[in-house]
Structure formats: structure tokens, C-alpha cells
């Protein structure tokens, strides 16, 4: 067997010229499927989380029935919910709200608004909220005041200082009517947002809605997101069926199912890519076994195994692709992370497009190991499979044709 193996790494560096530009084409297909997914996987990984930091959250919290009813009627006593979550495993913080809708309105223009009862201190660690206010100041513990999106605040004719007035319908029926005075305005890069959000403290909005001691929803805070799920599973099964328990991926179904899409793409990219390589390494493969025809009958003729023959030829190729596959994700790692530290900015139409929906407009590169790996391991299988033609190529091969040849 030793005797294999050194025959093998000898002939692989009898044609130096063939084994580097089989190398290097191994190189290159590992490196253009790494950069294709480490860009793929950064960009959608940075827009999720850059919408989930700028509002929903990794998981929320909410009674039974709320997400698909959104009343203010299904608000809940959130000090139970948070003793039996005390303690529960990768949850950071729970963020409380208030959320519902009023008539927002300042002197003879008036507009529907999505008004959001905070804690300051909690939801600006969650969301940054603190960094959005264009103008104005952000709102202290027991505020009075509300801040207003600029958007709607330049359609209500609205600026900080002025006075807001909302009318609402409160829990269970109650008229809900109040006064706030505008501490500042809160720039958004979601035209929807933009025009209909309102800010105002978490124990006012109680106050303004009639729901003192109760809130909508409780955002769940993590710093794993990749166990979510398990997390919300975990939550669902402490809290039982009178509450719901969801995470992003259920509360941003379109933007999942885009995810989707676009994934699918990049796998379609990635297999032409694979074909065009596999067909490049199957012609290095004929190439050799042509111009070793008659090397390999003089073998078979003095009494060479057909079997030690086919480990021999599966070695050659199998230690090519060793060193292409290896040789890539050393050439990849640098250069990726070169723009996983300095990300491309868009700009033009690409960042507007961008910015409407609260996103940075940037484009990241992932890091995340299972890229390498993943991407080195297909290219390494592909080259084990075509490195079956061989032995068969050897079994039918015929030691006096071949020296003839």
C-alpha cells in the first residue's frame, strides 16, 4: 500500500504543467462558489437582521389569537409571562410594547397612525431607536412626549414642540384621547413607516389606552439567531396554548420566501459553474490516461494488478483535488474576508431600493465555516466521482494494445 501511495504523489509530479492546471482549475471552482455563496448568504444574513433589529425582533411574544387580530383587546399581564421566562436559556432581555392604531391629528389635518408604546432604555439596546431621531430628543423614563416619524409629521404640518393629539378606541371599548408634545421627529428609511409611526413612552400608552399593568407583546432578545427556533419552541412549551410564540421567519413570511428564491438561484449558478469545472477536470483525466496508455500496459503486461492499478490512477486524482480544494479555500478565506471586514456599498437606485426598506445598503460577506466546507466538499466529491472512469478504462484495457499504441 505504502508502494501505491508513493507511486501515486510521483506521478502526479511527472507533468508538473498538467497537475498545476488541474489544481488551479479546482482552485478557481472552489473559490467562485465560496465567493458566490459567502456574498449570497452575507447579504440576506445583514438585510434579516438589520429588519429585525429595526423592529420585530428575533421572536415575539403575544396572547393568543393578537398576531392575526392585532386588537388591543388581546393584551396580556406580561409579569407572569417574565417570571416563568426568568432564567430561560439565550434570551437576553424582553422588550415590552404597547401596539395599536389611532387618529393622529395637529390643528385641521388629521392621519391614521401606528402608535407604539416603549420603554426607552430597552428598546433603543434592541432597535437603536435612539439613533433615528432626526431632530429633537429621544423620549426619558415617564415621558410625556411622543416622537413622530417625519413623514407623518411633515403631512401634519407638524414640528418638535408642537403639540399632537390622538383618539383611539381603548381596551375593551374605552375612548382613549390624549395630548403629547412632540419631543422629536424619527427618520425611516421604510416609506411605510415613515408615514405612520408614532413613539411614545410604555407606562403613557397604558395610560392613553386603558391598559394599565398590561402590554401586546413582549420582544424576544437574543445573540444566538441561529437557535431561534428552538428558543421560541422552548417559550411556547413554558407558556402553553394561551399565548403565541413566533419568530421572525413566521412574522416575515414574504421576505423568507424571497430569501427562497433567491437561493435557488445561486444553486443554479453554482451547478452550471460545477458542470463546466467537472467537464475541465474530466478532459485532464482522458489527457492523462491517453498519454500514459502505454506506461500502464507495460504494468499490466509484468504482472501489475488491475486493482493496484485502479487505487493507484483513484489516488492521482484523489491527491489533485486535495490540493485544488485546499489550495482554494487558503486562496478564498483572505479575500473574503477582506469584504466581510469592508463590505461593497451600493449606491444609486440599488441603495434607495435599499433604504425604503430600512436596510443599510451594503453588501457583506459571510465568514461562517459551513461556506468553506460545504463548497470544498462538493468540488472534492465531484472529483471522486470522475475519478471512477478510470477503472474502468483499466479493466478493459489489453497490455499488447497499448504498448502498440
Not at 351 to 362: I, N, Q, T
Request: no cysteine.
Amino acid at each position: 500500500m505504502k508502494q501505491i501511495i508513493k507511486l501515486a504523489l510521483r506521478n502526479i509530479w511527472r507533468n508538473k504543467r498538467r497537475t498545476l492546471i488541474t489544481a488551479a482549475s479546482i482552485l478557481f471552482a472552489v473559490f467562485f462558489a465560496v465567493a458566490i455563496m459567502s456574498i449570497q448568504v452575507g447579504t440576506w444574513d445583514h438585510m434579516v437582521d438589520s429588519i429585525v433589529h429595526y423592529h420585530f425582533g428575533y421572536a415575539q411574544i403575544h396572547k393568543e389569537g393578537y398576531w392575526d387580530d392585532k386588537s388591543i383587546d388581546n393584551a396580556f399581564d406580561a409579569e407572569p409571562v417574565m417570571a416563568k421566562l426568568e432564567g430561560a436559556e439565550d434570551v437576553s432581555q424582553l422588550v415590552p410594547r404597547i401596539e395599536s392604531f389611532a387618529l393622529a391629528s395637529s390643528g385641521s389635518y388629521t392621519k391614521g397612525a401606528l402608535v407604539i408604546g416603549i420603554d426607552p432604555y430597552k428598546e433603543n439596546e434592541l432597535t437603536k431607536t435612539q439613533s433615528r431621531v432626526a431632530e429633537g430628543q429621544y423620549l426619558q423614563v415617564n415621558d410625556e412626549g411622543a416622537l413622530v416619524a417625519e413623514g407623518l409629521a411633515k403631512y401634519l404640518k407638524m414640528e418638535v414642540g408642537d403639540t399632537l393629539i390622538l383618539i383611539s378606541q381603548g381596551y375593551h371599548g374605552i375612548n382613549a384621547a390624549g395630548k403629547f408634545p412632540v419631543r422629536g421627529l424619527v427618520h425611516f428609511g421604510s416609506p411605510e413607516l415613515n408615514k405612520q409611526m408614532i413613539y411614545i413612552e410604555l407606562e403613557k400608552a397604558k395610560w392613553f389606552y386603558g391598559t394599565e399593568g398590561l402590554v401586546t407583546t413582549l420582544v424576544v432578545d437574543t445573540e444566538k439567531r441561529e437557535e431561534v427556533k428552538k428558543i421560541v419552541s422552548d417559550i411556547r412549551a413554558k407558556l402553553g396554548p394561551d399565548y403565541e410564540a413566533m419568530d421572525y421567519e413566521e412574522m416575515m413570511p414574504d421576505l423568507m420566501q424571497a430569501r427562497e428564491v433567491d437561493t435557488a438561484g445561486a444553486q443554479v449558478i453554482l451547478l452550471v459553474l460545477y458542470l463546466i469545472i467537472g467537464f475541465g477536470i474530466f478532459g485532464t483525466i482522458l489527457m492523462m490516461l491517453k498519454e500514459r496508455e502505454y506506461e500502464l500496459g507495460i504494468l499490466k503486461a509484468i504482472g501489475m494488478h488491475t486493482s493496484q492499478l485502479n487505487l493507484m490512477l483513484w489516488l492521482e486524482t484523489i491527491f489533485l483535488g486535495l490540493i485544488g480544494t485546499l489550495a482554494g479555500v487558503l486562496f478564498s478565506f483572505p479575500i473574503v474576508y477582506h469584504f466581510y471586514k469592508n463590505p461593497i456599498i451600493m449606491t444609486g437606485d440599488m441603495a434607495s431600493a435599499y433604504e425604503k426598506f430600512g436596510v443599510e445598503p451594503v453588501l457583506p460577506a459571510s465568514i461562517a465555516p459551513h461556506i468553506f466546507i460545504s463548497q470544498a466538499l462538493v468540488v472534492f466529491f465531484m472529483i471522486t466521482i470522475l475519478s471512477i472512469y478510470p477503472m474502468f478504462k483499466i479493466k478493459n484495457l489489453k497490455p499488447v494494445e497499448a504498448m502498440r499504441a
